[in-house]
């Protein structure tokens, strides 16, 4: 019996500043708890080249790939059970965006979220519109998508705001596939809606932009010092206290579990001093953090064995990577020239294997085909209302074949009695090389 195949799941964090609070509850703590799952394949990285955009001190960037990988392992991740690596070390990325850049329309790019609140600050206080703003940031999407692409990640974790890059990241796969033949799986967004947003000290958003944060590892008595300054209000003890919109108890409940939470409600209830519930607050976050405080250190204290780490992680990376930028490579026209050319009348055939090809037809539906090696039709879909909806039936067909035909037929154009044999053959080839991926 055939083992199914795992799930790859892919997440990053761009290295611009020290771990906070906020980081671990929202990022770290909820990709170390799935990277323990057994059905996935667990990719991790530190986006340095995403660093670059937003900050130009190099000692900076340096100190936070350090501090972030370091939290990532103190706090559970195991780099020999995932996929744990530095986006500067995998040079295949960069090449990717390049290529990736060629099929993405600029005007996709120009509604990026960030290009687009860049452009309307800009507006709104009467400069040029693209002022200040740098190639790197119009660009960001296409890194971004080559992060994904990259390692054919099924699914990646991510915030509401980030929705959109997912998207993109799709049409730029639904492109190239288009063009070149099936080299990429469409990945899809997953949110968490579970994961806290925890409040700053001020009340706002825990941020570095507020200057609000709690350092994750922060020395004990640094943060028990940094927790006395929540912003509380003036109410005396022995007066109940609500918890509604209390950043205080808002932290305590990221940390808490529903026994705890209860008691801290009661406890507001009751008139609790706030230096009591700051307290207990601190109290809370330490028991978690402290065991995990020391390895912290240590790694921070021998670079030198992280880097060995994030090499190794490297090295895993790219033993995915180079073939698979080989195969693109390849795929483009960029190959020996003693491999052969097409004629100047037809383009040659772009794999020696059936292949699936994704396309947008004049009536803004979005369809799919099944094609041989040869080129010849095998397949065809009904019209799809988002390349979503097309790219999920193309991934339902590869992961389970023949048996996916009852459940897709209402989706599909009828076949003719010669083609099913072929169909059959198909994806029972396609089915087979997803399952070895």
């Known amino acids: 019996m055939t083992s199914k195949p795992r799930i790859r799941v892919l997440t990053g964090i761009t290295t611009t500043g020290t771990p906070h609070l906020g980081n671990y509850v929202g990022a770290i703590r909820p990709t170390v708890q799935a990277s323990r799952d057994s059905q996935t394949n667990g990719f991790y990285f530190l986006a340095d080249y995403h660093a670059l955009i937003k900050c130009d001190e190099p000692a900076r960037i340096q100190r936070s790939t350090l501090e972030i990988a370091a939290s990532w392992i103190a706090s559970g991740l195991d780099p020999e059970k995932v996929t744990f690596y530095r986006q500067s070390d995998i040079p295949e990325i960069a090449e990717l965006t390049w290529f990736l850049t060629c099929v993405t329309g600029k005007g996709v790019l120009n509604r990026a979220h960030a290009y687009k609140a860049a452009v309307d ?17 119009f660009m960001y999407p296409v890194l971004m998508g080559a992060d994904i692409l990259m390692f054919k990640a099924h699914k990646v974790p991510v915030g509401r705001d980030q929705i959109q890059h997912i998207e993109m990241a799709r049409d730029m796969a639904s492109s190239f596939n288009h063009l070149y033949g099936e080299h990429f799986v469409l990945p ?70 529903a026994e705890e939470t209860a008691a801290m409600a009661q406890a507001y209830a009751d008139g609790i001093a706030w230096g009591d519930a700051k307290q207990m607050l601190f109290e809370r976050i330490d028991r978690e953090i402290a065991p995990m405080r020391e390895q912290y250190q240590a790694l921070i204290n021998n670079p030198a064995q992280m880097d060995k780490i994030l090499l190794a992680g490297a090295d895993k990376a790219r033993q995915l990577a180079t073939p698979f930028m080989r195969e693109v490579r390849h795929a483009v026209g960029l190959r020996a020239l003693s491999s052969g050319t097409a004629t100047p009348a037809a383009k040659e055939a772009k794999t020696t294997a059936p292949s699936f090809k994704q396309y947008r037809e004049k009536d803004g539906q979005f369809y799919f085909k099944l094609v041989d090696a040869q080129g010849l039709l095998i397949l065809q879909s009904k019209g799809f209302a988002s390349p979503k909806e097309a790219g999920q039936t193309i991934a339902r067909l590869q992961t389970d074949g023949i048996a996916s035909l009852p459940d897709l037929n209402h989706v599909l154009v009828p076949l003719t009695p010669d083609k099913e044999p072929l169909l059959a053959q198909a994806l029972e080839y396609l089915s087979n090389s997803t399952k070895n991926s």
């Open 188 to 257: 899809e967004a997953v949110i968490e809606e579970s994961v806290a947003l925890l409040p700053g000290l001020d009340g706002r958003k825990m941020s570095k932009s507020y200057d609000n944060t709690i350092p994750l590892f922060a020395p004990a008595a640094q943060m028990r010092k940094q927790i006395a300054g929540i912003v509380t209000d003036s109410k005396a003890p022995g007066e109940p206290k609500t918890t509604e919109g209390s950043a205080l108890f808002q932290i305590y409940q990221a940390f808490a579990n």
């Open 121 to 137: 600050k800009n507006n709104a206080a009467g400069h040029d519109p693209d002022s200040d703003v740098s190639a790197g940031l």
